[in-house]
């Protein structure tokens, strides 16, 4: 297990470096230029020369993209902001625990409502809670998250004045981006929990607990769930990718200064060091956080776990996987 | 399946495939019901120069802010220009966007699918490789990076937007030819000396792309609904446009005052993506029946 695990982790890091050149070389082509932006329109071409060179820009790319990546992963040093002056490090220690904290909340929230509502409904199958769940769930998933975001802020923060509407001061002022941005996901884990666990109630083992004379409760919560959760701990990777995507515009809405309002507006001020950074640090969030869900994949079900605990067993496991 | 299929022996003709589909389809009120807005809302766009009372672009400094009125059935924006007509050109904007995102990741995908799952071996290899790679940076997080290299604008959102959605649609191509390249008509075709380009796009093609067509239409919602989210951060569409993301987005000033400026074409995103989602749904049961609930 520790072997799998310790492997995985490896294979991140050259997707990882993968990553950071695809974004620095994306970044390399965007027009305009950057010496420009940081001086201001009046700028001598002498001065805007010498705001290059300083920058590293008059290098030719090789030269500039091995920089990039000695600084960011030997020294560990995403630079400074070319238009703050700060260090990227000092904002992103800051601004990582926010985002991540929001993307985790609207994460849990979307599975705690989210499974129950599933379940609720694959156990009333046809009947009226499972026609209400479902199409509210479709209803929510259709629905823009920004727009519904910005629908809540006239609703409850301008005409109500139940809520703060912007900044993070207090714990009320999470109410509104956690509930709005956990909606979509609450609908789609509600459909995929009914569909994954309208297919475990129709299996054998389920017919055979019936027949020996289990009590219906007993068969759907403690035989029929436990394995219909399976397969979304899976998704559970997806959803947390695009909690963190939806933090992104959530951050804009709600004025909230975490790694995605740093994001967008390092891009329209077109701050390299932060945009690149951030990037790269998202993609090692989001692998690392793969990873994770891989490994708890395989400590939920025993049949995974003896697979990776047999590495021989592996092996031949994955040949077959690639030959069917 | 099986019973459909003794039907059909039963009344001793075979109907196509698409037929089949269809009726199954037709037979789903939630995706018949889907399909129909959605097919209202396309003509409505489609003939937004005929039903459009104004000109979208037409500014009018005596009328702005206007409330719904028997002039201007939604109202006047913060230049006086018809709020209804805007919104109907809007439709051209975002369905166009949406659909020529998707076209354009349905294109490329099934060329690089394709070539991955017909080869195998190294280019295959090489393909799943840099699909990886572009995968493990998150969605929204690509295109907002795309975004801001292209530049803003129509066109670079539906190429940012469709450059995301290549590798899913590469994967499922391939995983799908994989098992049809072993198949007896694919060794027969390999017999007769058929060339390699027919066997892919004449041959497998066809027989690989039903799934796709599923998720490209379920896509083509959520490329409108990502396009309108990349607009409000100001890296889409630009507001003169009156993309409908766009006009969220230039309504956010007024969100105070004037907040019935940012529901309308919220309505109408929302009512667009729901009845694409319904006729995608009923599209994957119909194709597919094993899959239905």
Redesign the interface.
């Known amino acids: 297990m520790i072997n799998y695990i310790i492997k995985r982790l490896l294979t991140l890091i050259p997707?990882v470096i993968?990553?950071a050149i695809?974004?620095f070389t994306?970044?390399y082509?965007?027009?305009g230029d950057p010496a420009k932006n940081i001086l201001g329109q009046d700028a001598t071409e002498e001065q805007l020369q010498r705001e290059r060179e300083l920058l590293g820009l008059a290098d030719p790319y090789f030269v500039q993209l091995g920089k990039f990546l000695y600084q960011l992963f030997i020294k560990l040093n995403p630079g400074t902001s070319w238009l703050s002056g700060f260090p990227v490090m000092t904002e992103l220690r800051v601004r990582i625990p926010r985002t991540l904290l929001l993307s985790f909340l609207t994460m849990a929230l979307g599975v705690a409502v989210g499974i129950p509502l599933g379940v609720t409904a694959a156990v009333n199958?046809n009947k009226l809670p499972d026609k209400l769940c479902m199409i509210g769930s479709?209803?929510f998933?259709?629905?823009?998250?920004?727009?519904?975001a910005?629908?809540a802020?006239?609703l409850f923060g301008?005409r109500l004045h139940w809520l703060p509407t912007f900044g993070m001061s207090s714990w009320k002022c999470w109410i509104l981006p956690v509930v709005c941005g956990s909606l979509p996901g609450i609908a789609s884990n509600a459909r995929q929990t009914?569909?994954a666990m309208?297919?475990v109630i129709r299996s054998d083992y389920v017919a055979t607990a019936k027949a020996k004379g289990l009590a219906p409760g007993a068969i759907k919560y403690k035989h029929a769930l436990p394995n219909a959760l399976i397969p979304l701990i899976t998704m559970m990777g997806g959803h947390l990718?695009?909690c963190?995507?939806?933090s992104?515009?959530l951050e804009?809405i709600f004025s909230m200064p975490g790694m995605g309002m740093y994001?967008?507006t390092g891009?329209?001020q077109r701050d390299y060091p932060v945009?690149r950074s951030v990037?790269v640090i998202?993609?090692i969030v989001?692998?690392v956080v793969m990873v994770l869900v891989d490994i708890v994949y395989a400590f939920v079900d025993p049949r995974i776990k003896a697979i990776y605990e047999n590495q021989t067993f592996n092996l031949a496991f994955w040949r077959k996987r690639k030959d069917? | 399946m099986l019973n459909s299929e003794k039907e059909q022996q039963g009344r001793g003709k075979k109907q196509s495939q698409l037929r089949e589909v269809l009726k199954r389809l037709m037979k789903n009120k939630t995706a018949a019901v889907g399909m129909v807005i959605f097919l209202i809302i396309a003509l409505a766009s489609v003939l937004a120069p005929v039903l459009a009372p104004y000109d979208y672009a037409q500014m009018n400094l005596d009328e702005t802010f206007q409330t719904p009125s028997r002039e201007h059935l939604l109202g006047t924006d913060e230049y006086g220009r018809d709020y209804l007509s805007r919104i109907l050109y809007g439709g051209r904007f975002s369905l166009g966007l949406g659909l020529c995102a998707q076209l354009f990741s349905l294109f490329f995908g099934v060329i690089l699918g394709c070539f991955a799952g017909y080869y195998g071996g190294k280019t295959d290899n090489l393909i799943m490789r840099i699909c990886d790679v572009w995968q493990s940076i998150p969605g929204i997080l690509f295109t907002i990076i795309l975004c801001a290299a292209l530049g803003t604008g129509w066109i670079n959102t539906v190429i940012a937007m469709g450059l995301g959605g290549i590798p899913g649609n590469c994967r499922m191509i391939r995983a799908q030819l994989l098992s049809l390249r072993e198949r007896e008509f694919i060794e027969a075709e390999h017999a007769i000396n058929c060339p390699s380009g027919k066997i892919m796009f004449r041959h497998l093609l066809p027989n690989a792309i039903s799934p796709l067509i599923v998720s490209s239409t379920m896509g083509i919602g959520n490329t409108i609904n990502g396009a309108a989210g990349l607009a409000y951060l100001g890296l889409g569409v630009q507001p003169p446009t009156p993309e409908w993301g766009a006009l969220i987005s230039a309504a956010r000033a007024q969100i105070r005052y004037y907040p019935y400026l940012i529901l309308y074409p919220g309505l109408m995103l929302a009512i667009t993506i729901l009845s694409l989602n319904m006729f995608g749904d009923g599209l994957r049961d119909a194709m597919d029946p094993k899959l239905k609930n």
């Open positions: 997707v993968a990553v695809v974004i994306i970044m082509f965007v027009p199958q479709m209803t998933i259709s629905i823009p998250d920004f727009w519904l910005l629908e802020v006239i301008l009914r569909s309208l297919e990718a695009r963190l995507g939806g992104m515009i804009n994001l967008t891009i329209t945009v990037v998202l993609a989001f692998g069917a």
